[in-house]
């Protein structure tokens, strides 16, 4: 299955060691990895007073397995959200809600904690770093 992306964020490069393609998935750890990231924004999500309305579901357990099957499927790791969920659709998903700059810096915020989580090498923690920017500032839809 090919990788299913949203707009303006082009596929992950794989590398190559010794004749062998590794996905950023690999590299970092695997499920593992990732599982540790999205609990740990969860954790900070739950408790958001900005963000925490974005989520209608009392429980935000499926919404942080969405989250992390799409950061898995994004890495190169496999695809069981578009398996489950079809393509992302990430700003139509999202257009119900009023994503301001607030929000984007306070999404932010609990992503870089999932990132100081994990602890991957500078290079590796860069390289997530600007996506999750990247990816953030996308999906603002309104200025208020």
Request: proline share 7%.
């Amino acid at each position: 299955m090919s990788r299913v992306l949203h707009a303006g964020v082009g596929p992950p490069e794989w590398t190559r060691h010794n004749g062998t393609v590794t996905t950023f998935y690999e590299e970092i750890g695997g499920f593992e990895t990732f599982r540790r990231i999205v609990a740990k924004f969860y954790e900070g999500v739950a408790e958001d007073a900005v963000l925490r309305p974005m989520y209608p579901e009392e429980d935000l357990g499926p919404a942080e397995e969405r989250f992390l099957h799409f950061l898995i499927q994004y890495w190169g790791g496999p695809t069981t959200y578009s398996e489950r969920r079809g393509h992302p659709r990430l700003r139509m998903r999202h257009a119900p809600f009023a994503v301001t700059p607030e929000a984007k810096e306070h999404w932010l915020r609990h992503f870089r904690a999932g990132l100081d989580e994990v602890q991957l090498t500078p290079e590796q923690d860069q390289r997530f770093w600007d996506y999750v920017n990247h990816a953030a500032q996308f999906m603002v839809n309104t200025l208020e």
